[in-house]
C-alpha cells in the first residue's frame, strides 16, 4: 500500500522560516521524481518546487531564492525548506511522489 505522509506545517510570522518533510513509502520501483505543490483558499493547485532522481531541481519563480527541495540518501523523503516566508506562501502543501499524492499540511504565514 502507497503512503504519502508530509509534516513539518504550522504558523509562523512572515520572515520566519518551516521545513517540509514527505515521506514516500509502497512504491515498489525507483522513484523519478517528487514534488511540492501547494493550494491557497480559492485558488488552483500550484507546483512550488520538483526534484529528480538525478538531483534537478525546478522552482515556481515566486519561490526562487527563497525556498530549497530536497531529498535523503534514500530518494524515498523529500524536503521543502522555506526560509523568509510571506503571507502569500500561507496554504496546504502537498507532496506527489510519481501519481501518488500526500494528504497535505498546513502553512499559516502571519503578518
Known amino acids: 500500500q502507497v503512503q504519502i505522509v508530509e509534516s513539518g506545517g504550522g504558523l509562523v510570522q512572515a520572515g520566519g522560516s518551516l521545513r517540509l518533510s514527505c515521506a514516500a513509502s509502497?512504491?515498489?520501483?525507483?522513484?523519478?521524481?517528487m514534488e511540492w505543490y501547494r493550494q491557497a483558499p480559492g485558488k488552483q493547485r500550484e507546483l512550488v518546487a520538483g526534484?529528480?532522481?538525478?538531483?534537478?531541481?525546478n522552482y515556481a519563480d515566486s519561490v526562487k531564492g527563497r525556498f530549497a527541495i530536497s531529498t535523503d540518501n534514500t530518494k524515498k523523503v523529500a524536503y521543502l525548506q522555506m526560509n523568509t516566508l510571506k503571507p502569500d506562501d500561507t496554504a496546504v502543501y502537498y507532496c506527489?511522489?510519481?501519481?501518488?499524492w500526500g494528504q497535505g499540511t498546513q502553512v499559516t504565514v502571519s503578518s
Open positions: 509502497g512504491i515498489m520501483y525507483r522513484i523519478y521524481t
Open positions: 526534484i529528480t532522481n538525478y538531483g534537478s531541481t
Open positions: 506527489k511522489v510519481m501519481a501518488y
